[in-house]
């Protein structure tokens, strides 16, 4: 709903729909027939926010309750931010168009590190001090989810409670015990205190960190009520657990525009540089029946003409065949496209080839990661060069004529070998395509090779590893353009000093709170946008602090050093996590989770059942 003082401001913004609201499947309720009121903020535009399935989730899930009304909020983009501090508009909910501050719980997705400063422009928009220090009265509670949070303590300061893991449970569970104490007029200490006792909710309030003289963690001290560590929480079914029957359907284009539908979390193979692999396990799949009900009805209720299905590998789905042979006894009739991201290059089977070639035709993503066998080896990727030469001719056969390939630059023991192995495997693949006498003729080739620079990530075997600087990320990046010779071959890669960014507020401790505080206040925001990312805010912050980048991004850790993300438990044993870091520097394999179970000790968190054992 939009508000009349609102209304002058959109004909002067690009894309006013992101701020209008009343779209089909909103939810709009009488705000005096609800007891509490939670505002779903995305700390990134409209577009990249409605995306996202976990706030498709969570959003219906909270607006089932009949005492609740959850609303969305995103980041307004600076022309619209630069109009509403001019005219004094606070940042306000889609759905009812009342600022956020008046709200009960605030709630942020952290998906990823560089969305950090607009979380503070957000709360700074709305009237609400960043500084949970500022903050004593119980409303506004301001919470965090999402995959960040598996390292929270860069944002420590800002943040009332954290909640490791996944949300549809734990939600209920805050929502439960904040209503008892808003009924009892607690103040935000009293309410933290009994948080704390939740599972799956992390108070930094309670814990104390003690340093070393060389800037290392010497210890975590709970208090009050808080455990040692805080035990992440999963969904140990998902067949039974919730999932939404229809989903906002915006009017704009939005980045990922289409029915989802979930198929199973967690991944089976173990990429060491992957932290969605360690930190989603155990490995979890819903019955084929259960996704066919909940993409129909998500289709009939949207009217929306693509469906895809989401998980960390969709070609890792035991029943995948089955599921698509169920799937397209309606989305053809009814013309909807099934759309399968995720493939792995050693498991994209014929038959799985002839059944995509009977939906729309668009391009193939496939992920080698690395440009050498023996860099894909120290990865753990479990892909030859056999499977990628053997899926390209495949695609080129069923009359694919464009391929991306994504690869990342900067791995834990990498040369310059392996940088020109990413331009050698993209240009053999092109001369595949030529060779190939079933591929489409009457069409050019294209591959895209899209390289991302590795930030070592918390929960995976290489959290102990030093990143690669920015000024070799970029030696690495030319060399890489200059390897490459043909014109069917297109190269495009990150910012090095972004980066370098998210490598620091990946491994940070709460020291660099003050950092993002002091980057926030020169005008640090949108810091994932190449088009607003400004490092020089952030190298003033960090001399102004006193702290050195190099020490959070570039440093080598020893196995016994305390790290930021030691008081959560996200089941990924420490000793699984070193074995898997030495067997990299030998480039030595470990078997994916349905070959031989390597014992990472995430089944323990679901009584010991995990879909990835081998049976």
């Not at 490995?283 to 299905?309: F, M, P, W």
């Amino acid at each position: 709903m939009v508000k009349r003082e609102v209304e002058p401001l959109l004909k002067k913004v690009q894309k006013p729909a992101r701020y209008t609201g009343g779209e089909l499947n909103s939810v709009i309720k009488y705000k005096e027939n609800v007891n509490l009121r939670y505002a779903f903020c995305f700390p990134d535009n409209y577009e990249i926010g409605m995306s996202h399935l976990g706030m498709k989730i969570l959003y219906s899930l909270v607006n089932e309750r009949e005492d609740c009304w959850c609303e969305r909020v995103f980041a307004p983009w600076p022309d619209m931010e630069k109009l509403m501090r001019a005219e004094n508009i606070p940042l306000f909910a889609l759905e009812s168009g009342d600022c956020i501050k008046d709200f009960d719980i605030i709630g942020f997705t952290l998906q990823y590190e560089l969305s950090y400063t607009n979380v503070l422009n957000m709360l700074d928009l709305a009237g609400i001090s960043p500084l949970k220090k500022d903050r004593k009265d119980l409303s506004p509670l301001i919470v965090a989810g999402g995959p960040c949070v598996c390292n929270a303590e860069p944002m420590a300061d800002f943040i009332d409670l954290f909640m490791p893991g996944e949300g549809e449970e734990v939600t209920n569970d805050l929502i439960d015990l904040y209503l008892k104490h808003k009924i009892m007029g607690s103040d935000r200490l009293d309410f933290l205190r009994d948080a704390a006792k939740i599972e799956g909710i992390y108070v930094p309030e309670f814990y104390d960190v003690e340093y070393k003289n060389d800037g290392t963690i010497k210890e975590y001290i709970n208090k009050e009520t808080a455990p040692k560590s805080v035990k992440k929480r999963i969904i140990k079914d998902l067949n039974s657990s919730y999932y939404p029957d229809k989903f906002v359907v915006p009017y704009i284009d939005v980045v990922q525009d289409r029915t989802v539908g979930e198929v199973f979390r967690g991944c089976i193979r173990g990429c060491r540089f992957c932290q969605a692999g360690f930190i989603y396990r155990p490995i979890r799949e819903k019955n084929t029946d259960v996704i066919d009900e909940q993409c129909h009805k998500i289709s009939d209720a949207t009217g929306y003409d693509e469906l895809s299905l989401c998980s960390l590998s969709t070609s890792d789905y035991t029943q995948l065949e089955e599921l698509i042979n169920n799937l397209f006894e309606w989305t053809l009739p009814e013309k909807i496209n099934v759309a399968l991201p995720s493939l792995r290059v050693d498991n994209f089977s014929d038959s799985l080839l002839e059944k995509l070639k009977q939906i729309r035709r668009s391009g193939l993503t496939f992920a080698p990661e690395a440009g050498t066998q023996r860099l894909r080896d120290a990865i753990n990727k479990n892909v030859t060069m056999d499977n990628i030469l053997n899926t390209a001719n495949k695609a080129w056969s069923g009359g694919w004529t464009n391929l991306k390939l994504y690869f990342m630059m900067g791995l834990p023991t990498e040369t310059m070998d392996d940088i020109k192995g990413i331009a050698d495997t993209a240009q053999t693949v092109v001369d595949l395509f030529y060779k190939n006498p079933d591929r489409n003729k009457g069409k050019s080739v294209s591959v895209s090779v899209s390289c991302s620079s590795f930030v070592p990530k918390p929960f995976t075997p290489f959290q102990w590893e030093p990143q690669d600087t920015a000024e070799s990320l970029i030696e690495k990046q030319k060399y890489l353009l200059s390897s490459t010779k043909s014109k069917k071959i297109s190269i495009s890669y990150h910012q090095s000093d972004a980066s370098l960014l998210e490598g620091v507020l990946a491994r940070g401790d709460r020291r660099l709170s003050e950092v993002i505080y002091k980057a926030w206040q020169k005008g640090a925001k949108f810091d994932s946008w190449d088009e607003f990312f400004n490092f020089d805010y952030w190298k003033e912050s960090f001399d102004e602090c006193g702290l050195d980048p190099a020490f959070y991004a570039n440093r080598k850790r020893e196995y016994d050093e305390i790290f930021p993300w030691d008081v959560l438990d996200y089941g990924i044993r420490k000793d699984f996590l070193i074995d898997e870091n030495k067997k990299a520097h030998k480039s030595e394999l470990t078997a994916n989770c349905r070959q031989k179970c390597s014992a990472c000790g995430a089944s323990r968190l679901n009584g010991g059942k995990c879909d990835g054992r081998s049976v």
